[in-house]
């Protein structure tokens, strides 16, 4: 099996898992949290789905420049972020089933201006800087979604919602 194919299958999974997440996300109260300092609910599911697109950039470009970066959109409403979610999978996908190995050892740069955030082979950039982080801050929105007494599905097994 080829590394693009393994990408693909994780990918696939952990997309499913977060939709699925995402789909149960209150818009009735968008800018609640549960700290001063922490990032607003629909802030923080923006991101989470923000965060599917990063294997498109990984793929199809040597850097990102968070000065000439869009932040995601403030969703109004839960088609919206479910969409915005939708495209950013359908377009990283796409970029998945088509990079070579070869490819994803070239370097790869997150840069704010001349700033030099990091710079990993493309294929860390997905494997980390995408999966894995958006992994992590779909646990942060678990904890988000639990202390608003919001039902969610498990990801890699039951929530306490469910019947074992």
Do not use: C
Not at 42 to 53: K, M, N, P, Q, R
Not at 133 to 156: A, D, K, S
Request: proline share 5%; net charge negative.
């Amino acid at each position: 099996m080829k590394i693009s194919e393994v990408l693909l299958q994780e990918f696939n999974y952990e997309m499913t898992n977060t939709r699925r997440l995402l789909e149960v996300v209150p818009f009735d109260n968008p800018a609640w949290k549960p700290h001063e300092k922490a990032t607003s609910l629909i802030e923080l599911a923006a991101h989470v789905a923000e965060l599917a697109a990063w294997p498109f950039y990984a793929v199809t470009a040597s850097e990102l420049d968070f000065h000439h970066y869009t932040k995601a959109p403030k969703p109004a409403s839960l088609d919206e972020l479910l969409s915005f979610f939708d495209r950013n999978v359908a377009e990283s996908k796409t970029a998945l089933g088509s990079v070579t190995g070869d490819a994803l050892q070239e370097k790869w740069t997150l840069r704010a201006g001349d700033h030099v955030i990091f710079t990993l082979t493309k294929l860390d950039v997905i494997r980390v800087w995408a999966t894995n982080h958006l992994i992590h801050h779909r646990g942060q929105l678990t904890v988000y979604l639990r202390m608003l007494n919001v039902r969610f599905p498990g990801m890699y097994g039951p929530t306490a919602d469910d019947k074992m």
